[in-house]
C-alpha cells in the first residue's frame, strides 16, 4: 500500500475528514487532498505531525511496518496510559482496572 493510500485510509478509519486532518496538521485541505491522491508527499517534519493526527507511527505511514501493526499501535498506547492514570488517581494496582472501547464510524 502507498503513502497516499495508508494516510487517506487511516484518516477515513478514524471517521476525520480532509478538512479535519488539515486543520489538526495547519495546511488546506488541497495539501491533504494531493497527499492522498499521491500527487505529492509531505515532508518528513509534516509527516510527523499526520502521524501523530492520526495516532499512528510514521513507520507506518512509510510502509516500515506491517499494517497489523500501525493504527492501533496508537489506541493501545492511549489506552495503557489511561489504565495507569486511573489506577493512579484511583490508588489501585493496574491489574483491576479495565477499560472497554467501543467505536463507530
Same mark, same amino acid.
Given at each position: 500500500?502507498?503513502?497516499?493510500? !495508508?494516510?487517506?485510509?487511516? !484518516?477515513? &478509519?478514524?471517521?476525520?475528514?480532509?478538512? @479535519?486532518?488539515?486543520? %489538526?496538521? @495547519?495546511?488546506?485541505?488541497?495539501? #491533504?487532498?494531493?497527499?492522498?491522491?499521491? !500527487?505529492?508527499?509531505?515532508?518528513?517534519?509534516?509527516?510527523?505531525? =499526520? &502521524?501523530?493526527?492520526?495516532? #499512528?507511527?510514521?513507520?507506518?505511514?512509510?510502509?516500515? =511496518? *506491517?499494517?497489523? @501493526?500501525?493504527?492501533? @499501535?496508537?489506541?493501545?498506547? %492511549?489506552?495503557?496510559? &489511561?489504565?495507569?492514570? =486511573? &489506577?493512579?488517581?484511583?490508588?489501585?494496582?493496574? *491489574? !483491576? #482496572?479495565?477499560? *472497554?472501547?467501543?467505536?463507530?464510524?
Amino acid at each position: 500500500m502507498s503513502l497516499a493510500s !495508508r494516510i487517506k485510509e487511516t !484518516r477515513e &478509519a478514524r471517521g476525520m475528514s480532509m478538512t @479535519d486532518l488539515a486543520g %489538526i496538521v @495547519d495546511v488546506t485541505t488541497s495539501a #491533504v487532498s494531493t497527499w492522498e491522491s499521491g !500527487r505529492s508527499a509531505p515532508r518528513p517534519a509534516m509527516l510527523a505531525k =499526520i &502521524a501523530k493526527a492520526l495516532g #499512528v507511527k510514521v513507520e507506518f505511514l512509510n510502509e516500515e =511496518i *506491517d499494517e497489523e @501493526d500501525g493504527p492501533m @499501535d496508537g489506541v493501545e498506547e %492511549i489506552l495503557q496510559k &489511561a489504565k495507569e492514570d =486511573i &489506577a493512579n488517581v484511583l490508588g489501585a494496582s493496574l *491489574d !483491576r #482496572v479495565k477499560l *472497554d472501547l467501543h467505536f463507530s464510524v
